[in-house]
């Protein structure tokens, strides 16, 4: 399989679209302690908590253990994006130094006689066919 820089970004945005879902989650859970247990109410924690109420009914469970569960799935959505993106990482570094390592075989190979390998005509017989 070749590498593509684009399918590359590609990965890397997906994995830090993991990373933002986790943190969102586990904001989710912040925002719900506080409107529970904090005594705070405002539209705002009112419209942020609203939606993982209406998980309650469906699943039979106190809101908290809802909070919980969806914070535990972004805590692992979230370290499945940070691996992602390392791996991502290294193997953007890894084209990087396989690019540097094929222009300086170049140069190498301009300052001694050798000729880098290739298919074809070599270059004496092109030479000799144009006399």
């Given at each position: 399989m070749t590498f593509s820089l684009q399918m590359a970004r590609t990965a890397w945005l997906f994995s830090a679209a993991l990373i933002a879902l986790g943190f969102l989650s586990l904001l989710n859970l912040a925002a719900f302690v506080v409107w529970r247990f904090g005594g705070v109410n405002s539209p705002l924690l009112n419209a942020t908590v609203e939606p993982t109420l209406d998980?309650?009914?469906?699943?039979?469970?106190?809101?908290?253990?809802?909070?919980?569960?969806?914070?535990?799935?972004?805590?692992?959505?979230?370290?499945?994006?940070?691996?992602?993106?390392?791996?991502?990482?290294?193997?953007?570094?890894?084209?990087?130094?396989?690019?540097?390592?094929?222009?300086?075989?170049?140069?190498?190979?301009?300052?001694?006689?050798?000729?880098?390998?290739?298919?074809g005509q070599a270059p004496q017989e092109r030479e000799r066919k144009r006399a």
């Amino acid at each position: 399989m070749t590498f593509s820089l684009q399918m590359a970004r590609t990965a890397w945005l997906f994995s830090a679209a993991l990373i933002a879902l986790g943190f969102l989650s586990l904001l989710n859970l912040a925002a719900f302690v506080v409107w529970r247990f904090g005594g705070v109410n405002s539209p705002l924690l009112n419209a942020t908590v609203e939606p993982t109420l209406d998980l309650v009914p469906l699943l039979d469970l106190a809101g908290l253990q809802v909070a919980f569960a969806l914070a535990a799935a972004g805590v692992g959505l979230g370290f499945l994006g940070v691996l992602l993106a390392r791996r991502v990482a290294a193997r953007i570094d890894l084209e990087k130094q396989r690019a540097q390592d094929r222009l300086r075989r170049v140069h190498l190979y301009r300052e001694s006689a050798r000729v880098e390998p290739y298919l074809g005509q070599a270059p004496q017989e092109r030479e000799r066919k144009r006399a």
